[in-house]
């Protein structure tokens, strides 16, 4: 049973690697951060090798879609860098994927690290239905188009999926532990939604079966994240 504190991936989006590092500081229960492309841009390699120095765990979320020997090439570079977890594009297709789990989990044991987990990001959310029909031409819905993917990069050895909250309970019902189901849209009760729509609260979407919880601005933008991060724990672990 995880720990409340290592269900909660904080999400720097939006900072520069100095103000990445600095936040990391400011939280010390903080065990894993998310670094996605705007920050990877900024710090390259650096900014993962100098957050994993302070104590954070690394969730890399460099969506990766290319050839499967792109894809190998790249999930070789970021499982040496000590990625815990590395998102990939489910259609990318079967034989990319099973490329880039061997070639991260190789790469992995030649450095002496643990095996990173790669989890297939499906169908983004920022898709609505009718434009995902409309400008890539796919007429299966997007309800039925996402579990198609979850299960080809389950086929493929993938470890997990990126998914919205309210797609968790289908998609653990079909798949069960040990394979992740890492979750953006957490809004903690009382926060202010931004710009999310489909969101659970962190109790929500762990009851409904996700592993880890990707949480940002409520954390990021609170005046006292270390507060806002202790708070998302207690309402994972009620006393």
Same mark, same amino acid.
């Given at each position: 049973? &995880?720990?409340?504190?290592?269900?909660?991936?904080?999400?720097?989006?939006?900072?520069?690697?100095?103000?990445?590092?600095?936040?990391?500081?400011?939280?010390?229960?903080?065990?894993?951060? #998310?670094?996605?492309?705007?920050?990877?841009?900024?710090?390259?390699?650096?900014?993962?090798?100098?957050?994993?120095?302070?104590?954070?765990?690394?969730?890399?979320? &460099? #969506?990766?879609?290319?050839?499967?020997?792109?894809? %190998?090439?790249?999930?070789?570079?970021?499982?040496?860098?000590?990625?815990?977890?590395?998102?990939?594009?489910?259609?990318?297709?079967? $034989?990319?994927?099973?490329?880039?789990?061997?070639?991260?989990? $190789?790469?992995?044991?030649? %450095?002496?690290?643990?095996?990173?987990?790669?989890?297939?990001?499906?169908?983004?959310?920022?898709?609505?239905? %009718?434009?995902?029909?409309?400008?890539?031409?796919?007429? $299966?819905?997007?309800?039925?188009?996402?579990?198609? &993917?979850?299960?080809?990069?389950?086929?493929?050895?993938?470890?997990?999926?990126?998914?919205?909250? &309210?797609?968790?309970?289908?998609?653990?019902?079909?798949?069960?532990?040990?394979?992740?189901?890492?979750?953006?849209?957490?809004?903690?009760?009382?926060?202010?939604?931004?710009?999310?729509?489909?969101?659970?609260?962190?109790?929500?979407?762990?009851?409904?079966?996700?592993?880890?919880?990707?949480?940002?601005?409520?954390?990021?933008?609170?005046?006292?994240?270390?507060?806002?991060?202790?708070?998302?724990?207690?309402?994972?672990?009620?006393?």
């Amino acid at each position: 049973m &995880l720990d409340p504190a290592d269900r909660i991936i904080v999400a720097l989006d939006g900072m520069a690697p100095a103000q990445a590092l600095a936040f990391a500081r400011a939280v010390p229960a903080l065990r894993w951060v #998310k670094v996605g492309l705007e920050l990877f841009v900024a710090g390259g390699p650096a900014v993962v090798q100098q957050l994993r120095d302070q104590g954070q765990r690394v969730f890399l979320d &460099l #969506k990766f879609h290319d050839i499967p020997a792109t894809m %190998a090439g790249a999930c070789r570079s970021a499982a040496r860098l000590g990625a815990g977890l590395i998102t990939v594009h489910a259609c990318a297709g079967r $034989e990319a994927l099973a490329a880039a789990q061997a070639a991260a989990v $190789e790469s992995a044991a030649a %450095a002496g690290l643990p095996a990173p987990t790669l989890l297939a990001v499906t169908v983004l959310t920022s898709w609505d239905p %009718a434009r995902f029909a409309a400008e890539l031409a796919i007429s $299966e819905p997007v309800a039925d188009y996402v579990p198609r &993917l979850a299960q080809l990069a389950a086929a493929a050895g993938i470890g997990g999926c990126v998914c919205s909250p &309210l797609e968790v309970a289908a998609l653990r019902a079909a798949h069960p532990e040990p394979f992740a189901l890492v979750t953006p849209g957490i809004r903690p009760a009382g926060a202010a939604l931004g710009d999310q729509q489909r969101v659970l609260t962190p109790a929500q979407a762990l009851a409904a079966g996700a592993s880890q919880l990707v949480i940002g601005r409520p954390i990021t933008a609170a005046a006292d994240p270390a507060a806002a991060f202790a708070a998302c724990c207690r309402e994972l672990d009620p006393p």
